[in-house]
């Protein structure tokens, strides 16, 4: 039988590799294995260009090369260079070949579709929200020649104004194909993974401790929900998703997980999803499945604090049991007028609580806050600081991070932070100058001095408490446990002291523990979980 015509889908780049940045390769291209799997199951060929494997200049390359006889170039972003890369990808291609059809997806273009269907027509259309149906439509219309208009989900560009074709509701799993894991070659993300040095990665995970500390792992990312129903307003998930969490069976993401390791033989599996412990029930079954397989699995993933606090100590044993290794926690704010206002179901003491269940059961927990809220105070903001400082200091398994709030499109404070004078940027070259979420500063002068000042004191003493600046513990180390227990960052002179006499000495052991610090010497270093 004839193969039907030939759809390119573009991974954009997460972090511009031609400025020696480079993510971690465990990282797969999730979404166009996805948003692919239905047309080529109706025998369509899809082909997959995950750009993190090249540099800029090869993946547009490539890129262009796939296009010569393809129908269709698709792009998908998140905040960050990706939105930029895809930018630049589908420019080229649309410049190369007028006739293709462009359509972007994702998170981003989801939130703002008027910054691609702006009238410079490089874009057809935007896939608004959950892609999977909507993108089977789009390709159908593009071969048939149809009418855009009649494939919900869309927002287009007509008679020089963006219009929205008809809404699409969130579907669940029943409707859906797993990912169609055949699309890739999954070679190139092993031997990446596998080379020296790989843990400096942006992104990358601790090694599983079975493995030892600090060891070379193989790990693959894999989605096993859509959506989340929490109503955090800093967040764009509520309005993309409409608060709508649809799971996929523990048992069939089992079957397709460890069939996955029979072919390829990882060690460890990242869930991508962003609320993977919503149900109890379906966490239980996923963990005890593993169990009673005897998969040996090593995971890791994102559970709320609220959940953890409410479920039952056994299902906390699970998780520990089935393999879990690490879970991200959004905490996100101290202060209980302000977790209120953000909508996290939070009460005090449920950050501490949360991390002790985890961390007395061998896990370690990532903890995330975000000071700086439109309107928040300097006590809140300090008040967080102290929290985290408080719970890393209690709880040596926990990496706690203090990000600067950054202004996000699609969320109830956009509007807020336009009125405080935040300038966005104009153009999807400049969002991707934005890193990732929670990297970097993007609202300059938004943090009190003395907020700041605490809050890089505490990263740096939570670096030295850690063990990331080097690999012993002398003076400096001891100073700094007394510090994060205390919370008296008054005259922190050792700090000066060590770095003078470091520039001499070289104290630090290696090049790899500088890279690996969590010390911010300025606003965009990155902050790399404790590894």
């Known amino acids: 039988m004839a193969r039907k015509p030939k759809i390119v889908l573009y991974q954009s780049q997460q972090v511009n590799q031609d400025l020696g940045q480079y993510t971690s390769y465990d990282i797969l291209p999730l979404e166009m294995l996805h948003v692919g799997a239905l047309p080529d199951k109706e025998g369509y060929e899809v082909v997959i260009l995950d750009a993190s494997l090249y540099s800029n200049e090869e993946a547009h390359r490539r890129a ?8 269709i170039f698709g792009t998908t972003a998140i905040l960050g260079y990706m939105v930029a890369d895809g930018h630049l990808a589908a420019q080229k291609v649309r410049a190369a070949f007028p006739g293709i059809k462009i359509i972007a ?19 057809d259309a935007v896939c608004m929200g959950q892609g999977e149906l909507t993108f089977l439509d789009f390709v159908h219309a593009v071969e048939s020649g149809a009418d855009l208009m009649q494939v919900p989900g869309l927002a287009l ?13 969130v579907v669940g799993w029943d409707k859906l194909s797993n990912a169609a894991w055949h699309l890739i070659d999954i070679e190139p993300y092993r031997e990446r993974q596998m080379r020296p040095g790989a843990r400096e990665a942006r992104n990358r995970m601790p090694s599983p401790p079975a493995l030892g500390k600090g060891a070379n792992y193989f790990g693959i990312t894999y989605f096993s929900s859509f959506g989340c129903p929490e109503p955090c307003i800093f967040c764009c998930s509520p309005a993309v998703t409409n608060q709508r969490w649809k799971a996929m069976p523990a ?11 029979d072919r390829w033989k990882f060690d460890a599996v990242r869930f991508q999803d962003a609320n993977w412990g919503v149900m109890e029930k379906r966490n239980r079954e996923f963990c005890e499945g593993l169990i009673k397989r005897d998969a040996r699995l090593h995971w890791t993933t994102t559970i709320e604090i609220h959940n953890i606090i409410r479920a039952k100590p056994d299902s906390l044993d699970l998780l520990r049991d089935s393999g879990l290794y690490v879970t991200s926690m959004g905490a996100e704010a101290a202060d209980p007028d302000m977790l209120k206002k953000i909508g996290k179901q939070i009460k005090p003491g449920d950050t501490k609580a949360a991390a002790g269940e985890m961390h ?23 008040k967080t600081i102290h929290e985290a400082r408080d719970v890393v200091a209690t709880y040596p398994s926990v990496s706690a991070h203090v990000y600067p709030f950054r202004p996000i499109p699609g969320n109830d404070l956009w509007g807020p932070c336009l009125e405080l004078g935040y300038q966005p940027p104009k153009t999807l070259v400049e969002w991707g100058t934005q890193l990732e979420y929670h990297v970097m500063s993007t609202w300059k002068g938004h943090i009190p001095p003395e907020v700041e000042r605490t809050w890089r004191l505490d990263y740096q003493y939570a670096s030295f408490l850690h063990g990331l600046v080097r690999p012993k513990r002398g003076l400096i180390e001891k100073i700094s446990e007394w510090r994060m227990r205390s919370g008296n960052f008054t005259a922190p002179v050792e700090l000066k002291a060590f770095y003078l006499m470091d520039k001499v000495f070289g104290w630090r052991a290696h090049k790899e523990d500088q890279k690996q610090s969590w010390i911010m010497k300025s606003e965009n270093d990155r902050v790399t979980m404790k590894a």
């Open 105 to 123: 997806g994702g998170w981003f273009p989801s939130v703002v579709p008027e910054a691609y269907l702006n009238g410079d027509g490089v874009y």
């Open 157 to 169: 560009y007509r008679d020089g104004k963006m219009v929205m074709t008809e809404h699409r509701a």
């Open 251 to 261: 048992e069939r993401s089992l079957d397709d997980i460890l069939g996955l390791r």
């Open 360 to 382: 007395k059961r061998g896990i370690t927990s990532s903890l995330t806050y975000i000071i700086g809220y439109p309107g928040e105070s300097e006590a809140s903001m300090l």
């Open 64 to 71: 262009l090369e796939h296009c010569k006889d393809a129908i």
